[in-house]
């Protein structure tokens, strides 16, 4: 079956005891047992059938043969980690979310994890040289946040291989629609299911999906072990964000593709970052990996930092707001929101770099806001 039909049927049959087409919130924590021991579900830290569906439909889309979910995406991130041990090596992406950043250097470099962070090309070709039999995992964003820059997800497989270390991608900015790590060579593909998949700024959520029987045991025992489980309602909201998927993404992808060509022209816009612009340095791996590029754009004002703060509290229809994906057009400051726990770390983003999540409003109302807010940024008269 194809991705837009397996994201409405796939582990969503209709209930057979009550025949109700959407699969139900089993709001429940405990299960009745038929004698000691026999039973389908027992606990809902450890199985949920509204969770259940969600899972089995999501792997599916990921071309994964498990999946599991988990409460947020740094759930799910935290999870994964309990694959290394302390004195072994991560390799992550040096444009890695934010909060990830903060996960590995706050948390696990304090107890011993050592990491090391590389650029988005440094991680495709020549990637092998870097690492050595302590790697454990290769951490991988692409597109990054907030660059939007490009790993060769195919040649970051082989080097991790190579050392005997998996490799973790990243896919909440591309979605299993645009993109499909496992099918590349990845070993494991983590989501925020708050973002694109829920796709309507409800819910924060989390998932993994990985091919390999014996990675998805050792997951499926921390996930019953650490429980950091997401709730039947939460399963349920992100099951129906999948349903319409695919009809969303080619919307924001139609969206950001327009924003990012009238950002390109602007005259107080010095630096557009979208993969689906000819000039954008990963541009050709994108179009090999990606079947479009998305709906995230950044830009660089040509200005100052107060000129960068002026846009983003200026828009009326995109939000200034944290997080992406959803329906609704949002923009933010990276230096001074997403990204802050960046600030005064070698990766401490430019100051006048703004963020968009491209909504799926009309296309010619999103342009207009932006024409209205970029209007009292005069264009930079020194240049630089
Ligand atoms: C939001 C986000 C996360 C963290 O997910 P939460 O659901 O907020 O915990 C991880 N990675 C990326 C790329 C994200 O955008």
Redesign the pocket.
């Known amino acids: 079956m194809e991705f837009e039909t397996r994201a409405i049927h796939t582990g969503q049959a209709p209930d057979p005891e009550t025949g109700a087409v959407i699969v139900p919130i089993y709001q429940t924590s405990t299960f009745a047992q038929e004698a000691v021991g026999r039973f389908r579900y027992d606990y809902s830290r450890t199985a949920n059938p509204t969770r259940e569906a969600l899972e089995t439909c999501l792997a599916s889309l990921e071309s994964a043969e498990h999946g599991l979910a988990f409460a947020?995406?740094?759930?799910?991130?935290t999870t994964v980690m309990h694959l290394v041990s302390p004195g072994e090596r991560v390799a992550s992406v040096n444009d890695?979310?934010g909060?990830?950043y903060r996960l590995f250097e706050r948390v696990y470099a304090p107890k011993g994890y050592s990491f090391d962070y590389l650029t988005a090309e440094e991680l495709g070709a020549g990637l092998a040289a870097r690492l050595d039999e302590r790697t454990r995992l290769v951490w991988v964003?692409t597109p990054t946040?907030p660059f939007l820059r490009v790993v060769d997800l195919a040649a970051a497989a082989e080097a991790a291989h190579a050392v005997g270390a998996l490799l973790v991608v990243?896919n909440?900015?591309a979605t299993p629609y645009l993109q499909r790590p496992l099918e590349l060579g990845a070993d494991l593909v983590?989501?925020?299911?708050?973002?694109y998949l829920g796709g309507h700024s409800d819910v924060?959520?989390?998932f993994v999906a990985t091919g390999d029987g014996a990675l998805a045991e050792r997951l499926g025992f921390l996930q019953n072990s650490l429980g950091a489980v997401p709730g039947p309602f939460d399963s349920w909201l992100v099951l129906r964000g999948l349903k319409t998927l695919s009809l969303r993404m080619r919307e924001h992808c139609a969206n950001a593709r327009q924003v990012a060509a009238f950002l390109d022209g602007h005259p107080t816009v010095a630096r557009v970052h979208y993969p689906g612009l000819a000039g954008h340095p990963g541009h050709e791996i994108a179009a090999s990996q990606m079947h479009d590029f998305g709906g995230m754009v950044s830009f660089e004002v040509d200005g100052s930092r107060e000129d960068a703060l002026r846009v983003v509290e200026r828009t009326r229809l995109f939000t200034l707001a944290e997080?992406?994906?959803g329906v609704e057009s949002l923009i933010e400051h990276p230096g001074l929101m997403?990204h802050a726990s960046l600030a005064g770390s070698p990766f401490e983003l430019p100051d006048t770099l703004i963020r968009l999540s491209v909504g799926i409003e009309a296309a010619a109302d999103l342009l207009a806001d932006l024409e209205q807010a970029l209007a009292g940024t005069a264009p930079h008269a020194g240049g630089s």
């Not at 983590?190 to 973002?195: A, D, G, M, R």
Request: aromatic share 8%; no cysteine.
């Open positions: 947020s995406g740094m759930a799910a991130a890695v979310y909060g990830t964003e946040n990243d909440t900015f983590l989501h925020s299911t708050t973002k924060v959520g989390g997080s992406l994906g997403t």
